[in-house]
């Protein structure tokens, strides 16, 4: 049983065209994020749903939006992709506060 | 801004040896800790954590170690094995962003590299 389960694992795109990622935690955890992790490993966060609400939005371009159907599934949908937004992308979902993140196995984005 | 960042990027140890990683931050609100562990191609997947009023916390093989007097933070693995090979975040958080959410900043990693 996968806790966070992430689709797809590997996205190869051209410049300019739109992709989505999925998450899906089967945790029964209340709150979810993503996070981008750069060529150097840094893990950086970019969005927080608590219940289907958006928490936390860090200065992320709006090309990417975030959409939660159900506090379940998280999923990322990014418009008009730059080769800059090459980068493994993270799922990640919690319970209580100060609980500890589960992570996803990774998104790797490649844009060409 | 304030952030959390490591003394050294790679760290190199024999089989058997016990490793030592370290992780400065510089948060004075920072008051709780994880480290994490993440092997290629998957996600971190959380080894210990700790709050701020303790100063050591044990695991299976894992001892943290908390310094607030000057805002250092170790994660010590005993007896290392080459599966431990892989990267190590440190992550803080102080802040507590709204109902059930909180955010983690994360450190910039240190490789472990376990020689056989």
């Known amino acids: 049983d996968t806790a966070v389960s992430q689709t797809p694992k590997y996205l190869v795109t051209q410049m300019g065209n739109d992709k989505s990622i999925k998450c899906e935690q089967n945790?029964?955890?209340?709150?979810m994020y993503w996070y981008k992790q750069d060529s150097k490993k840094f893990l950086k966060i970019m969005f927080s749903?608590?219940?289907?609400?958006?928490?936390i939005n860090e200065t992320v371009p709006n090309r990417f939006s975030p959409k939660s159907p159900d506090k379940a599934h998280l999923n990322l949908h990014i418009n008009s992709l730059e080769l800059g937004d090459s980068a493994v992308y993270f799922c990640a979902s919690s319970q209580v506060f100060r609980s500890g993140y589960t992570f996803g196995s990774g998104t790797r984005l490649t844009v060409v | 801004g304030e952030s959390v960042g490591l003394h050294l990027p790679t760290l190199s140890v024999q089989e058997g040896d016990n490793s030592i990683i370290n992780c400065a931050y510089s948060n004075s609100a920072s008051d709780y800790f994880i480290w994490y562990k993440q092997e290629s191609g998957k996600g971190p997947q959380f080894i210990i954590d700790?709050?701020?009023?303790?100063d050591k916390r044990q695991g299976q093989r894992v001892t943290v170690l908390l310094n607030k007097t000057v805002k250092h933070l170790s994660l010590q693995i005993a007896a290392t094995q080459p599966g431990d090979s892989a990267v190590y975040f440190c992550?803080?958080?102080?802040?507590?962003?709204?109902?059930?959410?909180?955010?983690?900043?994360f450190g910039k990693g240190t490789k472990l590299s376990v020689i056989p």
């Open positions: 749903y608590n219940n289907k609400e958006l928490i």
């Open positions: 992550a803080e958080t102080a802040t507590y962003s709204g109902a059930g959410s909180y955010q983690l900043t």
């Open positions: 700790i709050r701020s009023n303790m």
């Open positions: 945790l029964g955890h209340d709150t």
